[in-house]
Nanobody, 122 residues
Framework: QVQLVDSGGGLAQAGGSLRLSCVASGQIFSWYTMAWFRQAPGKEREFVGGIIWTGGNTLYANSVKGRFTISRDNAKNTMYLQMNSLKPEDTAVYAC???????????????WGQGTQVTVSS
């Protein structure tokens, strides 16, 4: 079983930055994609961005494009989400996921981190 542990959330002011990390451990299977999703109370889970592990191609939601950057460290089995120019509407629980081909749908991913809270004050 693969475990994903995400971390790095916290409180930031509007315009500030946070960096989230997602570390994979355990019996790591081959997968095509890792991604970040976020969910605020009462709202649906929302795709933030993802990366195709082999090659490093990325895809971002329009709402974060130009502000957030996904990167990976193959040796450390770690994916990062660098969040800059944060806005109050970025407030949510962020969770990493791993699965098949890059998809914006949560159903496309088999493994999930526990989630880390990001709160952006205005």
């Amino acid at each position: 079983q693969v475990q994903l542990v995400d971390s790095g959330g916290g409180l930031a002011q509007a315009g500030g930055s946070l960096r989230l990390s997602c570390v994979a451990s355990g019996q790591i299977f081959s997968w095509y994609t890792m991604a970040w999703f976020r969910q605020a109370p009462g709202k649906e889970r929302e795709f933030v961005g993802g990366i195709i592990w082999t090659g490093g191609n990325t895809l971002y939601a329009n709402s974060v494009k130009g502000r957030f950057t996904i990167s990976r460290d193959n040796a450390k089995n770690t994916m990062y989400l660098q969040m800059n120019s944060l806005k109050p509407e970025d407030t949510a629980v962020y969770a990493c996921a791993a699965g098949g081909g890059l998809s914006t749908a949560a159903s496309g991913y088999s493994y999930w981190g526990q989630g880390t809270q990001v709160t952006v004050s205005s």
